[in-house]
């Protein structure tokens, strides 16, 4: 069974600056995806970013980095130049790449990022 | 682009009480699944419908039963409701079909169901 871990409840960051949300994950599986999605008290789920576990090249979108450590199992978030908008609940999700069609996403506990002017 | 509708938004139900959360798409998905969210739990999955006419269990099934009644919609019954169902839970669809990056969940808005 696969397992997704976010150490951190609760993170704080000034506006502008940098803040990285940290994610871990069991698996057996070699191929699979990894999602970072942003839920802000509107309820709605956003996604922010994805990783293919075969690209060893870090997905950006924007002020939104990943670190993947294939090897660690460690799939941290990186936002940079925070914004208010930024606020929310963000969950880290994994699924498992089953050729030819798409399986359920694990996920984790979540982190609650508050951004401060 | 209405994308996944759920209705309703908000509940509260009596201990014993049953009900049934709607949910449908607009988008020809293939693969439907039912959430719950509870704080420092994450989005625990209930059921899942990897295509019409199927229906699996998935982390926390116990006291649900789920009915895909045809393409677009998938429903979720409490039959006797528990305190313990107290949650927020959201419907979502994915094509189901393997596109790599561009395969994407798509979520409802949630339910807000409470029990007392």
């Known amino acids: 069974a696969q397992t997704v871990t976010q150490s951190q409840p609760e993170m704080s960051v000034q506006e502008a600056e940098t803040v990285t949300l940290s994610c871990t994950y069991d698996t057996s599986e070699n191929n699979y995806y990894l999602f970072w999605y942003k839920q802000p008290p509107s309820r709605q789920m956003i996604l922010v970013i994805r990783q293919e576990a075969y690209k060893q090249q870090n997905a950006t979108e924007n002020r939104f980095s990943v670190n993947f450590q294939k090897a660690a199992k460690s799939f941290s978030l990186k936002i940079s130049d925070s914004q208010l908008g930024d606020t929310a609940m963000y969950f880290c999700a994994f699924m498992r790449h089953l050729w030819g069609y798409t399986d359920k996403l694990i996920f984790g506990t979540g982190t609650r990022l508050q951004v401060f002017p | 682009n209405a994308g996944v509708t759920q209705t309703p938004k908000f509940q509260v139900l009596k201990t014993g009480q049953s009900m049934t959360l709607q949910c449908a798409q607009d988008m020809n998905h293939n693969s439907m699944y039912w959430y719950r969210q509870d704080p420092g739990m994450g989005l625990r999955l209930i059921y899942y419908?990897?295509?019409?006419?199927?229906?699996d269990k998935g982390e926390v099934p116990n006291g649900y039963n789920v009915s895909r009644l045809n393409k677009r919609e998938f429903s979720l019954r409490l039959e006797s409701a528990a305190p313990s169902q107290t949650s927020v839970y959201f419907c979502?669809?994915?094509?189901?079909?393997?596109?790599?990056?561009?395969?994407?969940?798509?979520f409802g808005s949630g339910t807000q169901l409470s029990v007392l």
């Open positions: 979502a669809s994915s094509e189901g079909i393997d596109r790599g990056l561009e395969e994407k969940l798509f």
């Open positions: 419908s990897a295509s019409e006419g199927t229906t």
